[in-house]
């Protein structure tokens, strides 16, 4: 249980810093809806770092995999059922997540590439992943639920995950449906619960995680 708290405290972590570079620093030197006239030259001097963001897609594509298997085994003694729920719920997510990101793969995979298509890429992904987003809300409420059956883990911990999770599926929700300056402004009010949830459990999990078991 030590080496599978470890495991998952470590992925997490990796998976935050690497989407930190891949979503906070890259995506949006692409995708900027105020100059998508130049969204083409910018992709063919920038190609490296465009490979470079669809690299960190690739390995938090397979940490959520793993992730998902190494929460499940970590939890199951407290609910098992819960547990594998969570885990499926997390796994179709990331199979949501890898088809959006076909999407990302085609800007440099066609044959023609246009400023038009490449914009309608961007905005096909984001969709797709907004949903895979809502679907991922859903697990982290789980998982929120899992952390206050063991116990062991301190309460605001839980239920920080849990707002996390609720965040994830309301934002989500509300960018799918009516997206406006309003829900970019509460996406950043939300931001802390969304983003710490998951890393205050990666936290737990190395420096406590196993050790009761």
Do not use: C
């Not at 298997?69 to 059922?81: G, H, I, S, V």
């Not at 969570?86 to 085609?106: C, D, G, Q």
């Not at 707002?163 to 931001?191: C, D, T």
């Amino acid at each position: 249980m030590r080496r599978i708290a470890i495991t998952t405290g470590i992925s997490l972590l990796i998976m935050a810093i690497v989407a930190g570079f891949s979503f906070g620093y890259v995506y949006p030197e692409f995708n900027q809806i105020d100059q998508s006239e130049f969204t083409y030259d910018n992709m063919l001097n920038n190609k490296e770092l465009y490979k470079n963001m669809l690299l960190g897609i690739l390995i938090i594509l397979i940490l959520d995999l793993l992730v998902s298997y190494t929460l499940f085994r970590y939890f199951e003694k407290d609910n098992r059922r819960l547990s594998l729920v969570s885990a499926i719920i997390r796994i179709i997510y990331t199979i949501i997540f890898a088809i959006a990101t076909l999407y990302l793969v085609r800007n440099l995979t066609d044959f023609e590439v246009t400023n038009q298509s490449i914009v309608a890429n961007f905005q096909n992904f984001e969709f797709a992943w907004n949903v895979g987003l809502m679907i991922f809300g859903l697990h982290i409420i789980l998982i929120g639920f899992l952390m206050k059956l063991h116990n062991r883990i301190p309460k605001f911990l839980y239920y920080l995950t849990l707002i996390g999770g609720i965040s994830y599926v309301l934002v989500h929700l509300l960018k799918l449906n009516s997206p406006s300056q309003f829900v970019a402004n509460l996406e950043m009010v939300l931001a802390l619960p969304m983003a710490f949830g998951e890393i205050g459990l990666a936290i737990w999990l190395l420096v406590k995680g196993g050790k009761d078991i």
